[in-house]
């Protein structure tokens, strides 16, 4: 819950409808979404309401739509169908749900085309309530990357209030930060005793769950580190090896936490992924030492590039000078991601509107190798939550590809990179909101120096 006083969900819900009614002079509508069917109607996939919809509604309704018209807000949502407590219990009416949220007034879902006129909207996922949307605005609804019109002026607006995080948003992502941080202590602890990936991976699912969140994306836990959303877990625990996890709980309400920690199976790390290590951390403490307001993000991006390349040549894996290697990406052999991303309802925040939320307006993408993924490039304000998540991984799709090998054939000792054959992958990754005065680590209860990392692995 944003808070389980209802007084303060339904003020901060209607603070946030107050600010969009100053940004947008038309009505908008937005659908929380439709459950999907795995095989049959009644057995469905875990279902997960639109963030748009969750954050001027804040409760995870199904099958409902929001109304906001001049900071007034109408509920339209059927009543449980006939026989529907069978199988799902009392459930609270329309009209409960609406005080609850702060609706004025509440209608069938009959009702929605008559009030839908000159709405805007923002496309839901769920191809059924995608359709719906259509149907009921009788126009085509316009995608993330439309060129113009009224949707995308809604997402615009949107993603300026959704880039802050008000005190509402801040105390459920913390929330989202603990439970997160617990998993992972777990997690470590589970590991000495753990057979397989999947072992620890309950560990710390088990976590989340017992706290009553979810998994804000699907949980990497993995020895292979190098394969970047790994989504298997059946590989054997071998000592010598790294368990790359990141793993982030979601609340009820939806809002996201974003965690990884790479720690070592025998709780030792050998020289090699000591060396290693050391080099991700630096990089990623850096970069959070250098967060404050005013801050252009792409550069916290290209100093961990410069630290990581730095780090490397300190090693004898690459050879050169920092900044001739970065401007050709040699960094990115090892360090082919961005360095984070803004993080709130969603994992990669507002990611469902491709870059409008991540870049600020007239920047676009780079087709760079080293710049390529960098899913966020905007001036950093207080109250955006970042996450910052530097790593080395050996990805043998790019350092065995002929075409990178012969670029890159003088700027790696390739002989030496051999040495270091027990490290797959690394990363460590935090979240970090941006202050008036600098940035705060929602995530620091969790250790990242080495020394540290085995301590909670050895128990
Ligand atoms: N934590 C998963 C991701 O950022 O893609």
């Not at 995608?130 to 009224?150: F, I, T």
Request: glycine share 10%.
């Amino acid at each position: 819950m944003i808070n389980n006083q209802d007084g303060f969900l339904a003020t901060t819900l209607q603070q946030r409808r107050q600010k969009l009614a100053q940004l947008v002079d038309f009505p908008v509508m937005l659908w929380s979404g439709h459950p999907s069917p795995r095989n049959f109607r009644a057995n469905s996939f875990p279902f997960r309401a639109s963030s748009h919809f969750l954050y001027f509604a804040g409760l995870p309704l199904t099958k409902a739509v929001i109304g906001l018209n001049d900071g007034k807000l109408d509920l339209f949502m059927d009543k449980p169908a006939p026989g529907s407590a069978l199988w799902h219990g009392e459930v609270p009416s329309p009209e409960e749900i609406a005080e609850r949220i702060g609706a004025d007034r509440v209608f069938s879902l009959s009702e929605l085309r008559s009030h839908s006129q000159g709405a805007a909207t923002i496309a839901v996922q769920n191809p059924t309530t995608y359709s719906q949307q259509g149907e009921v605005l009788g126009r085509a609804v316009g995608p993330a990357d439309a060129p113009e019109g009224l949707d995308l002026d809604l997402a615009k607006a949107i993603i300026s209030l959704r880039l802050y995080h008000d005190e509402g948003a801040l105390s459920e992502l913390r929330q989202a930060a603990e439970v997160s941080i617990a998993a992972h202590k777990a997690g470590m602890a589970a590991t000495p005793k753990a057979k397989r990936e999947a072992d620890v991976r309950g560990a710390m699912e088990g976590v989340i769950i017992a706290n009553n969140m979810t998994r804000a994306y699907t949980s990497i836990v993995t020895v292979h580190g190098e394969v970047l959303h790994n989504g298997e877990y059946h590989h054997s625990l071998q000592p010598g090896e790294l368990l790359l996890a990141d793993v982030g709980a979601e609340t009820p309400m939806g809002w996201a936490a974003d965690i990884t920690r790479t720690w070592p199976v025998s709780g030792k790390f050998s020289p090699t992924q000591r060396d290693i290590y050391n080099v991700v951390k630096e990089a990623h403490d850096f970069c959070i030492k250098n967060l404050y307001p005013g801050v252009e993000y792409r550069e916290i991006h290209m100093t961990a590039a410069g630290v990581m390349a730095e780090g490397l040549i300190d090693l004898g894996i690459l050879r050169g000078d920092i900044s001739d290697l970065v401007e050709m990406d040699a960094h990115a052999l090892f360090f082919p991601h961005g360095v984070g991303h803004v993080l709130g309802l969603d994992v990669h925040d507002m990611e469902d509107l491709g870059d409008l939320a991540g870049y600020a307006p007239g920047r676009e993408r780079s087709d760079r190798f080293g710049l390529g993924f960098l899913r966020l490039d905007r001036l950093l304000e207080p109250g955006m939550l970042v996450t910052i998540e530097p790593g080395f991984y050996q990805v043998p799709g790019i350092l065995n590809d002929p075409e990178r090998r012969s670029t890159y054939k003088d700027m790696v000792d390739w002989d030496r990179l051999a040495q270091f054959d027990d490290v797959r992958g690394i990363r460590i990754e935090d979240d970090v909101l941006i202050t008036e005065t600098g940035a705060e680590v929602l995530t620091a209860g969790l250790p990242t120096d080495l020394e540290a990392v085995e301590d909670l692995v050895r128990g």
